[in-house]
């Protein structure tokens, strides 16, 4: 049996590049949720619509959702320990259930608020203020999610694609809100601010649903994609030494990667040979993945017959 040192990278200060992206994305967030609220606080103050209430209650939310993944972030990147030898990455698919629970509640809050504004019209005003601040908040959230995503490229991190998910999911918010403030002051439509707060909860719980799936799948320990495991079989069955593959399992944890397997040798290959042959297999599967744990048990190949043998 070969194993591979944890989150070992293909090269050399990698880890600490990863680390720090990581650190940046979630402080970043947490930066601009702050300026937002202030902002959005100040326009709702100064308009009473709905759907301004609607994305000033998203950005609060973001900001608690934020500082969980800050938390959990800092968290799963400690290294494996005596009590968790598979390391912290699990800190962040709990971190996205917490994000999930407060965006589901931010969007019923939402369909409340709409429905009571459906029964008690009000109008809105001055709208070129909230028109300037949902201009001011696109502008800061495409560049968030912009960052977030080059950090979501380079590390994979489930918390940080959450956190990525929502602040997307805003850009149409605060379009939605725009779209409210032009209708309700310059067409006199003051049905459009209920309506366009509620498609906004809706579109919200969506999200919240998205998040949550994706954290459960970690925790639950889900296999990786097939492509991703046709990938690795294919790998194995392209060194000519190995007559096949069987029991492979993988899963997440965080932004490390765990993959398992069983290679079929000759069962008559020296200890040493059948070693170099697993290293061989794990380089080149390491290639493929790099930011995964890898170990491979050797198995005698008992078929009777030459045809190679490679099994999910």
């Known amino acids: 049996m070969t194993t591979s040192p944890p989150d070992e990278r293909a090269a050399p200060g990698t880890r600490a590049s990863t680390e720090r992206l990581m650190r940046r994305a979630t402080y970043a967030s947490m930066a601009v949720a702050i300026v937002l609220i202030f ?55 709990l971190a996205g259930l917490g994000q999930a629970m407060f965006i589901g509640a931010s969007s019923l809050f939402l369909l409340y608020q709409a429905g009571q504004r459906f029964l008690e019209p009000q109008p809105v005003a001055q709208g070129a203020v909230g028109v300037g601040v949902m201009l001011l908040s696109i502008a ?22 959450a956190d990525s998910l929502h602040y997307a999911s805003d850009l149409m918010v605060n379009g939605g809100v725009i779209v409210a403030m032009v209708l309700s002051v310059w067409f006199g439509l003051q049905i459009a601010d209920p309506v366009i707060a509620a498609l906004i909860g809706l579109y919200i719980l969506y999200s919240a649903a998205q998040i949550a799936k994706g954290a459960y799948d970690q925790l639950m320990d889900r296999e990786f994609g097939e492509a991703d495991r046709v990938r690795i079989k294919e790998i194995v069955a392209a060194h000519p030494e190995v007559g096949g593959l069987h029991d492979l399992r993988t899963r997440m944890s965080g932004v490390q990667s765990f993959i398992q397997f069983h290679i079929e040798l000759d069962g008559q290959l020296p200890l040493a040979e059948a070693h170099r042959i697993a290293d061989e297999v794990e380089a080149a599967v390491r290639e493929a993945f790099p930011n995964a744990e890898i170990i491979i048990h050797q198995d005698p190949d008992d078929q009777e017959d030459d045809t190679p043998h490679f099994a999910a």
């Open 140 to 161: 800061l959230t495409i560049a968030l999610v912009g960052f977030q995503r080059h950090v979501i490229r380079r590390t994979g991190s489930v918390a940080i694609s």
């Open 39 to 93: 902002v959005k606080s100040v326009a709702w103050a100064m308009t009473g619509s709905v759907a301004m209430l609607s994305t000033l209650v998203d950005s609060v939310l973001d900001a608690a959702a934020s500082l969980i993944n800050l938390l959990a972030v800092r968290h799963s990147l400690q290294p494996a320990d005596r009590e968790h030898r598979f390391g912290h990455g699990k800190a962040e698919p």
